[in-house]
């Protein structure tokens, strides 16, 4: 199976059982990144992550007053 990364545009050659090319095949929006690609993201990801500066998700708080709106029901 012939892939594409998606950032750099290299294509690679997959084995067609591999687990790799078969979640490609069924699901049609995952990307594939080569490897020179995803050790570049994973490196610069994980300097980030020791500035402090950097948070992977955001805590988010319920807005009560939705949990307070009537329903009709009521």
Do not use: W
């Amino acid at each position: 199976m012939d892939v594409k990364c998606v950032i750099c545009d290299q294509v690679e050659q997959l084995k067609d059982d591999s687990i790799e090319a078969k979640k490609l095949r069924n699901r049609r929006m995952r990307m594939y990144l080569c490897s020179t690609c995803d050790e570049r993201i994973a490196k610069k990801t994980k300097e980030r992550h020791t500035t402090g500066d950097f948070h992977l998700y955001k805590n988010k708080s319920l807005n009560k007053s939705i949990l307070k709106e009537k329903h009709p029901d009521d």
